[in-house]
């Protein structure tokens, strides 16, 4: 019995062994086998979709589902929420093209038969959320001081973490965004995208407010003249005027000051009066606003050598095909529809704004007075009104980025008869800073605006007709500062008639103003320290 149980105990052990060496050898054999299946079975791979992502409804359509072998995509089922869906098939990928999916959580399931029966099936799944809801944006305000910056932009946005301004990433801080940006532009891009990719944008126009002004007309002439320059300094200096108007080109076409512009040396439009830069470091050294007038479509310098070279489409004409004159000579009105003439009073306003004038003010900014019929501008292809319009619009685009603001002179009767000079005051108004209408009461005929005699009661016809442009600017941006008459023609104008003329355009809406007086003398237009 001693030598039997010692040998029985070694079958035993041999036969523990055996099925142990069996299962490492089974499990080894099965280690191979699934090395097998899965370098010859159906790899699947859902591309652009994560677990938890969000998408738009057309952000199905960029999910690509791939196989290791692009033979297998046979084997491929696509369910979405637990049914069937047809992917397409092409290029070695399948794409949901075609899916339509509300808003709300939706679960991808992809399955690949795999080609060894015992084995598993390859599968994929992906839960997303479609998104088809576009952040909520609002701006609002975008508002600078000045043209020369800096423009500040306000608003507010639900649904996104941060909004894009211009090229500028301002975050969202409790739903509301400011920002500040140092150059001031037209039109600012603000737009915000959601997590799944939902954009909003909105095209703002920036907003820029007048200061306003207490200003005088001096022509460079004047300027350059001592008698007339210092009173209009001594007047400044006692805080009676905060704002000097000087000539930049005016109704001879000629220039004050040694223009740059190549066709303005071309045709010799230079008269250096005064040195520009000078006078704006002293002038604004005072503390005063220096608007530049550009006369812009009466410019017979400009007209005559346009006319004499061959280029006689810059020059307006009559019906026959002749320089138009009537009252204001020959080759005295250029053709406002001409692209060389508008890019020659573009130039200079650019400039004007370059070497630092705050405004660029417009004047003869119209068409020539007169029945259309007997006119003709070569190459016009609108309205004379909307090409004007045109004009200023470009114009605005042009100066602002160089820190200037934008005015425009127009005909007091332009408020209710527009089609006589080409000047629609609301459409001029959207791409102006400010109207300067021109409301000499010596202008006005017996009854304009129920005024008897007009020339001899300044205070009721400057405050009708300064009302009427307050009215037609309503809600355009821009402001109303008009010339005022600082001259006797057919009736003696004092210093009484001169304030009545500035009490009258405060009282309607619009405080600022301009002196003219072609002398330049101010003298007596008595106005008081602001």
Known sequence: MSDSAPKDSARKRKRVLIPAVGVVV?????????????????????????????????????????????????????????????????????????????????TLTVRADNPLPWLPDAEVERRFTVDATPPELRVDVAEAKSPRGPVTVRGSVDGADSVLIGDQRVPVRDGRFEASLASVPMLIRVGANDAAGNAQHHDVAVKVTHPGMRG????????????????????????????????????????????????????GANRNHYDARAVLDELHGLGLRVVGRLVAFRDPVLGKASWESGARDRVAQNASGAPWSAHYGQYAFTNFANPEVRDYNIAIAKEAASLGFDDILYDYVRRPDGPIGQMAFPGLTTSAEQSIVDFLRDNRAAVRPLGAYLGASVFGIAAHSPLDVAQDIPAMSAHVDYVAPMVYPSHWGPGEYGVDNPNARPYEIVRASVADFVRLTEGTGAAVIPWLQAFSLGHAYGPREVQAQVVATADAGAPSFLLWNAACAYGSAGLEPA
Do not use: C, F, N
Request: aromatic share 2%.
């Open 26 to 106: 089974l499990l080894l054999i099965a280690g191979v086998v699934t090395t097998i299946v899965h370098s010859r079975g159906v790899g699947l791979a859902v591309d652009d979709l994560t677990d938890g992502l969000s998408i738009t409804p057309s952000g199905v359509e960029r999910v690509s589902i791939t196989t290791t072998d692009p033979g297998e995509l046979h084997r491929v089922t696509v369910h979405v929420d637990g049914q069937p869906v047809e992917a397409q098939r092409a290029d070695g990928r399948m794409t949901l093209t075609g899916v339509k999916l509300g808003e709300g959580e939706h």
């Open 216 to 267: 005088v007309h001096m022509s460079a002439a004047a300027w350059a003249t001592a008698s007339l320059r210092d009173p209009v300094l001594a007047m400044a200096r006692e805080g009676r005027i905060d704002t000097v108007q000087l000539d930049i080109k005016d109704e001879s076409g000629e220039i004050g000051y040694d223009s740059q512009v190549p066709l303005a040396r071309q045709i």
